[in-house]
């Protein structure tokens, strides 16, 4: 009957929240389920009492953000895991005191960004990561001075987009890389002047939108992509020889992005001497 924020599925069942009231004329509190098949209404019914901005269905359970302050049952400030089963809240309740805007999973941690000053019982500034187990904030701790709107996540990089000026202790422009165990800002900064509300990784890339008009001094309309140039990774490999009976290996790595590799001889061994042969 409104305007749906939020999509997640599973193999069966597709999620969705929003601002909606009912669905194909069936009551539902701004959140609903439907078969991922037929399209069928799903009686899963956690009704909230306030709009869904974000969902996540991982093990078994939905993830749900937004502007509530009850849904599954249970009383739950704009954050709270649904039952698959039952539509139930579990007990598991970070408590944010502010709106929650972007979740992401990874293993046993969800990356959350919202409008929030505390959240896991702890002082998190509009982002945090949350033990999926006990509910509890973790440690890691970039500080947004602005809220967040959106999440992603490459290998050990979280990058961040929304409507802050600085994040991870470092000036940035409604968009940054961070490092997922540190939470220290990485020195990426493109530094686009207005919002970011959508972030995506895919082929190598970052894909970026908003209402942003500038990125650094180049005009962008409200789009913009970046290549993420990850790291090589270098297969281990050992050589044993005599002593005076010289003895050649090769040297090999991996590239993500597929760009061609250099070597360089950074120091020799303890014994003997290296030479580099890079024609």
Same mark, same amino acid.
């Given at each position: 009957?409104?305007?749906?924020? !939020?999509?997640? !599925?599973?193999?069966?069942?597709?999620?969705?929240?929003?601002?909606?009231?009912?669905?194909?004329?069936?009551?539902?509190?701004?959140?609903?389920?439907?078969?991922?098949?037929?399209?069928?209404?799903?009686?899963?019914?956690?009704?909230?009492?306030?709009?869904?901005?974000?969902?996540?269905?991982?093990?078994?359970?939905?993830?749900?953000?937004?502007?509530?302050?009850?849904?599954?049952?249970?009383?739950?400030?704009?954050?709270?895991?649904?039952?698959?089963?039952?539509?139930?809240?579990?007990?598991?309740?970070?408590?944010?005191?502010?709106?929650?805007?972007?979740?992401?999973?990874?293993?046993?941690? *969800?990356?959350?960004?919202?409008?929030?000053?505390?959240?896991?019982?702890?002082?998190?500034?509009?982002? !945090?990561?949350?033990?999926?187990?006990?509910? $509890?904030?973790?440690?890691?701790?970039?500080?947004?001075?602005?809220?967040?709107?959106?999440?992603?996540?490459?290998?050990?990089?979280?990058?961040?987009?929304? $409507?802050?000026?600085?994040?991870?202790?470092?000036?940035?422009?409604?968009?940054?890389?961070?490092?997922?165990?540190?939470?220290?800002?990485?020195?990426?900064?493109?530094?686009?002047?207005?919002?970011?509300?959508? *972030?995506?990784?895919?082929?190598?890339?970052?894909?970026?939108?908003?209402?942003?008009?500038?990125?650094?001094?180049?005009?962008?309309?409200?789009?913009?992509?970046?290549?993420?140039?990850?790291?090589?990774?270098?297969?281990?490999?050992?050589?044993?020889? *005599?002593?005076?009976?010289?003895?050649?290996?090769?040297?090999?790595?991996?590239?993500?992005?597929?760009?061609?590799?250099?070597?360089?001889?950074?120091?020799?061994?303890?014994?003997?001497?290296?030479?580099?042969?890079?024609?």
């Amino acid at each position: 009957s409104s305007l749906v924020h !939020a999509i997640t !599925a599973t193999a069966s069942t597709v999620y969705f929240g929003g601002e909606f009231d009912s669905v194909d004329g069936t009551a539902r509190g701004y959140i609903a389920a439907a078969d991922a098949v037929t399209g069928a209404l799903s009686s899963w019914n956690p009704s909230a009492d306030g709009y869904l901005y974000v969902l996540k269905a991982t093990g078994g359970l939905v993830y749900a953000a937004g502007a509530f302050s009850s849904i599954g049952v249970e009383g739950r400030a704009g954050l709270a895991a649904l039952s698959t089963f039952n539509a139930h809240a579990v007990a598991w309740d970070p408590n944010p005191d502010g709106v929650v805007y972007a979740l992401l999973v990874s293993g046993n941690l *969800l990356y959350v960004g919202g409008d929030f000053t505390t959240i896991g019982g702890q002082a998190r500034n509009r982002i !945090a990561a949350v033990d999926l187990t006990t509910g $509890q904030a973790t440690s890691w701790n970039p500080d947004a001075d602005g809220p967040v709107k959106t999440l992603a996540l490459d290998d050990t990089t979280l990058f961040a987009g929304g $409507q802050f000026t600085a994040l991870g202790g470092q000036s940035r422009g409604h968009v940054a890389a961070i490092n997922a165990d540190t939470g220290a800002a990485q020195p990426w900064n493109p530094d686009l002047n207005d919002e970011v509300g959508a *972030l995506a990784i895919g082929d190598g890339r970052l894909y970026v939108g908003g209402s942003f008009t500038l990125v650094g001094s180049a005009i962008h309309g409200g789009f913009a992509s970046f290549r993420l140039n990850r790291a090589p990774a270098a297969h281990d490999s050992s050589l044993t020889c *005599l002593a005076t009976t010289p003895l050649s290996g090769t040297l090999d790595a991996d590239d993500p992005d597929d760009d061609p590799l250099t070597f360089e001889l950074t120091r020799q061994p303890d014994h003997g001497t290296l030479e580099l042969d890079t024609a």
